[in-house]
């Protein structure tokens, strides 16, 4: 019966190790170079037999014996093995994406959960062993932001439904008292709480795995009444802002994030951030990265309904480059890598200023998006 290699097989080294990983099956294989031969020579379907005459220097019986070590290490398929339909979705799935997304997908589901283990408590209550709880620049000059409150009762309702995306922004500054009341309760401490080995948490008004708070807030400030343009790092500790960097021409900060409406006209910028140590030193599994995004997902969220309730229009997005961003911010992308550009500003006056107030959707409209019969059932990228 023909076989062919697995759609779903990364390659790489591993302490000076070749490696070959199966990340439907989660079964991971070092390969002599006769193996990695054997498995380039199976990317269709082939009769086990004409694939050992393509190795005539080897005896037929060492490539047949090789062939079914791979077979038996999931990385060879055989025609029709029950198995075989699920490893085609697997290796073929979200073709848009490529094999890293099929790759990070598989290797982050059904992960064990170890989030309190007495070795891990015993580790950690060494103050030593804590990653810090905030982050600073201690040689860097200072803004001590205004601690007066700003008054966040808009109805719920008006806020949960008035939130749009905003892409246009007023010619105007940001009135210093929102800025503040925004990076405040988006980012300031909201309580702290004795977590017995991990030492004290902070908590915040956004949810945060472990309450690790491994998410951190840059600011490029174009226009905010009484701060100078510049690059920051909102310190969560102090409520102030640490001075960086002069910001670029905004033109160019634009042009990090693609020249997206929201970034060239937005009164200012917070670079969400993440330091991965906080997240490693308790939750150990690649799950992990996961939680992470989600994370960012949770501060942005809880930035958009704030800046609307402080009359500020909010925009966010995912789309700039990692690297640039970085560079600007003076950051690794490693131990500290950016996860999201978040924008503020005053809202323009009329329909252009939100995506949420464009044209209504009518008959032709719905004419076009219709919903459509159920997609057919296909195996899942589980493994097995």
């Known amino acids: ?78 025609d029709g093995d029950p198995g075989a339909d699920g490893d085609e979705v697997a290796g073929t799935a979200w073709p848009e994406w490529n094999v890293s997304a099929r790759y990070l ?62 892409r246009a922004f007023a ?76 910001c670029p021409p905004w033109q160019d900060v634009a042009r990090l994030s693609v020249n997206q409406r929201g970034i060239e006209d937005a009164a200012f910028v917070v670079v969400l951030t993440a330091l991965t140590e906080r997240l490693r030193s308790k939750y150990r599994t690649a799950r992990t990265y996961r939680i992470m995004l989600m994370d960012a997902g949770h ?4 930035f958009a309904m704030v800046a609307t309730a402080l009359g500020l229009g909010p925009f966010q997005t995912a789309a700039f480059t990692d690297s640039a961003v970085e560079g600007l911010l003076g950051l690794d992308g490693v131990e500290e890598t950016a996860l999201y550009l978040l924008g503020a500003g005053v809202p323009a006056e009329g329909p252009e200023g939100t995506e949420g107030l464009k044209r209504p959707a009518g008959l032709e409209a719905f004419r076009g998006s219709r919903p459509g019969p159920a997609p057919a059932a296909r195996p899942t990228l589980s493994p097995g």
């Open 299 to 302: 501060f942005a969220q809880t």
């Open 171 to 246: 010619d105007r500054d940001v009135p210093l008292a929102d800025f503040s009341a925004l990076l405040a309760a988006v980012f300031g401490p909201a309580a702290f709480i004795d977590a017995d080995a991990y030492g004290g948490l902070m908590q915040r008004t956004s949810a945060s795995a472990g309450a690790r708070q491994e998410t951190e807030a840059y600011v490029l400030v174009r226009r905010v009444a009484d701060v100078a343009p510049g690059v920051y790092h909102y310190n969560v500790l102090t409520h102030a802002l640490e001075f960086l960097a002069e």
């Open 105 to 166: 997908h598989a290797m982050t589901r059904d992960a064990p959960y170890t989030e309190d283990t007495p070795e891990l408590r015993a580790r950690l209550a060494s103050e030593r062993e804590r990653p810090a709880l905030f982050k600073s620049y201690p040689d860097a000059d200072t803004i001590l932001l205004p601690r007066a409150p700003r008054r966040l009762d808009a109805p719920f309702e008006d806020v949960l439904y008035g939130r749009r995306t905003h």
């Open 1 to 78: 019966m023909p076989v062919r290699r697995a759609r779903s097989i990364v390659c790489y080294w591993h302490d000076n190790t070749f490696v070959a990983e199966n990340y439907r099956t989660r079964t991971t294989v070092s390969l002599e170079p006769l193996g990695a031969e054997l498995l380039n020579e199976l990317g269709e379907w082939i009769e086990e037999e004409k694939a050992a005459t393509r190795f005539p220097d080897f005896d037929p019986e060492s490539v047949l014996q090789s062939l079914a070590e791979l077979e038996a290490a999931g990385l060879v398929v055989r």
